[in-house]
């Protein structure tokens, strides 16, 4: 598994112009899965964000995580992480998991956050979303399970 994690001061995901998930100060998770990914990688990508410092403390250090700063959780499917665009102008994304195996993890992967006390809203699995955040700082950071 494959996310890309944004701090945000907001953020909102909305399908067909109606918003579905958002969330105030917390992550932005951008989710993608490929074919040899199991429960165990997404409950490696959960406790690694649940416990990922990243927000300020009083002195100004990235020493707090998304828990620690009481924030919330705005997790998006993407497919397209896995877009491979080594070879010409068209990505090839036969490396990105299918529909059938990647939703039962992206959910899993959720569902362990939540576990874990956090607040998750979600897009719409496969939908085409608008995504809009403040990403905060900016902080941007791309964490890969293997």
């Known amino acids: 598994m494959r996310i890309v994690v944004q701090r945000s001061k907001e953020a909102c995901v909305k399908v067909d112009g109606e918003t579905v998930g958002s969330i105030d ?12 990914d199991t429960e165990q990688d997404a ?6 964000l649940t416990g990922l410092r990243i ?4 002195e100004g250090k990235m020493n707090l995580s998304v828990q620690d700063i009481g924030g919330e959780v705005l997790s998006v499917s993407q497919f397209t992480l896995y877009g491979d665009v080594r070879k010409g102008k068209r990505p090839n994304f036969m490396a990105a998991a299918r529909p059938d195996q990647a939703k039962p993890l992206y959910e899993r992967f959720n569902e362990l956050m939540r576990e874990q006390g956090l607040r998750v809203a979600t897009g719409v699995f496969g939908a085409m979303m608008d995504v809009e955040l403040t990403n905060w700082g900016p902080v941007t950071l791309v964490i890969e399970s293997r």
């Open 55 to 58: 927000f300020e403390d009083g």
């Open 43 to 48: 409950r490696y990508l959960a406790e690694k």
């Open 25 to 36: 100060r917390g992550l932005v998770v951008l989710v993608g899965v490929t074919h040899e």
